[in-house]
Every structure is written in structure tokens, then in C-alpha cells.
């Protein structure tokens, strides 16, 4: 995590994570099963949420009838449908969350469920608004139970993998994106930027855990 150019980490790896400030800069180099609340000081207007769905692990932005987590981001932030043809991402509407429900041939196995890597080409477009993004809702996967200092034992299904970026975080939250939420998502490859980055003006209350393979 990166806040106000000051590295958080936790400052263990089970269970509920309390946050630490480190002089020196933090770099994971294992896959990071990654849960996160953005907190801020900033007030929002309410307005009823949308349900942006990814159905694709495609990392383009166009009216092709599919919704890919690039510009399901674009729609949180703008409350703008990525296109017209069925299949594209909805238009948000103030605190949304961001579903997945990916579908054909899986990049890898968990627990004898599908699961699916998506590979930005690109810095994924920083949020700024409050949503949650949230890929314990990809089918098959499930939420983690066990209290530390038992395993996690949650299957996790969608990977964001920064093979292909260079000094990217995989998650850049600003603006008015407090109260925001990241959950059961697998961060993996991000070695030279952070799993998530923090602007100013917003705090984070996070749990995370460090893993060798994404079965956690």
C-alpha cells in the first residue's frame, strides 16, 4: 500500500492486519489475497448504486458487447455505460459495486473451480468514486471463514496480474473514492508499484495475506 508517498504494510499476515508506515519501500513478491476498506473525510451525495458486471478478462475498451474490469472502473467513475451493445458495462449511479462473472477457458484451477487472470496493458484508470469491487462474486468462488491463526480458506477466482505493467499499482484510489472497498481479489506481479495506492486524504483499514500459489 502506498499512503502520501509512505509505505503500509501489515504488520502480520493472518487475520485482522493493522498497518505500519515502513522508510524503506514494500514490494511483494508473492501473490497478495487481498481485502481492503478505503476510508476518507470527504461527503458524497447519495444516489442508488449499480451492479457493473465483468464478463470478460479482455483488457480493451469497446462497444464489442463486453464489460472488462478497465471499463467497469470508467463506468463507476463517470456513471456512463462503456457502449449500447448487450453485454457492456451499465452506467454507475453513485456508491456501485463492481461483480465478475467470467465465463469459457480458465487461466487457472482453484478448489476445482474456474478461475480467470486478467493482465492490464495499462495502468487500470484510477477510482474515483466509492465502489466495491468485488471478486468473491465470480461463480464458484467463496468468501474465507477461518480466524487467524487458521489458514485462509476461501477460494479465490479472479487474478489482476501486473506481468505486463512497469511502476503501476494494480488499484489507484483518489478523489472522492472513500469508503471504497477491494475483496477477494488475487494481486500477483505488481513487482515494481503496490497493490493498492492511497492517495491523500484517504486512509485504509485493510486485511491482506501473502501467498506462494493463488489457492492462498
Known amino acids: 500500500l502506498?499512503?502520501?508517498?509512505?509505505?503500509?504494510?501489515?504488520?502480520?499476515?493472518?487475520?485482522?492486519?493493522?498497518?505500519?508506515?515502513l522508510d524503506k519501500p514494500y514490494i511483494a513478491q508473492r501473490s497478495t489475497i487481498?481485502?481492503?476498506?478505503?476510508?476518507?473525510?470527504?461527503?458524497?451525495?447519495?444516489h442508488a448504486a449499480s451492479t457493473i458486471t465483468v464478463?470478460?478478462?479482455?483488457?480493451?475498451?469497446?462497444?464489442?458487447?463486453?464489460?472488462?474490469l478497465r471499463e467497469?472502473?470508467?463506468?463507476?467513475?463517470?456513471?456512463?455505460?462503456?457502449?449500447?451493445?448487450g453485454g457492456e458495462c451499465i452506467a454507475g449511479s453513485?456508491?456501485?459495486t463492481i461483480?465478475?462473472?467470467?465465463?469459457?477457458?480458465?487461466?487457472?484451477?482453484?478448489?476445482?473451480?474456474?478461475?480467470?487472470?486478467?493482465?492490464?496493458?495499462?495502468?487500470?484508470?484510477?477510482?474515483?468514486?466509492?465502489?466495491?469491487i468485488d471478486g468473491y462474486s465470480q461463480p464458484g468462488?467463496?468468501?474465507?471463514?477461518?480466524?487467524a491463526p487458521n489458514p485462509f480458506n476461501g477460494t479465490l477466482l479472479i487474478e489482476i496480474d501486473g506481468s505486463n505493467l512497469s511502476n503501476n499499482s494494480a488499484f489507484t484510489l483518489s478523489g472522492s473514492s472513500n469508503n471504497s472497498a477491494l475483496r477477494g481479489l488475487i494481486i500477483n506481479n505488481f513487482t515494481s508499484g503496490d497493490a493498492v495506492q492511497i492517495l491523500p486524504a484517504l486512509t485504509a483499514a485493510c486485511r491482506a495475506r501473502l501467498a506462494m500459489k493463488r489457492a492462498g
Open 2 to 21: 502506498n499512503y502520501y508517498h509512505k509505505k503500509l504494510i501489515p504488520s502480520q499476515i493472518n487475520g485482522v492486519i493493522k498497518l505500519k508506515h
Open 34 to 46: 487481498f481485502n481492503c476498506w478505503i476510508y476518507g473525510y470527504k461527503t458524497t451525495e447519495v
Open 55 to 68: 464478463n470478460s478478462t479482455a483488457d480493451t475498451t469497446a462497444d464489442d458487447g463486453e464489460c472488462t
Open 72 to 85: 467497469a472502473i470508467t463506468a463507476a467513475n463517470d456513471d456512463t455505460a462503456s457502449g449500447a451493445t
Open 94 to 96: 453513485g456508491a456501485d
Open 99 to 132: 461483480e465478475f462473472n467470467i465465463s469459457g477457458t480458465a487461466d487457472f484451477i482453484n478448489n476445482s473451480e474456474d478461475g480467470y487472470t486478467i493482465k492490464p496493458q495499462s495502468a487500470l484508470p484510477d477510482i474515483t468514486q466509492q465502489v466495491t
Open 141 to 147: 468462488a467463496q468468501a474465507n471463514t477461518a480466524v
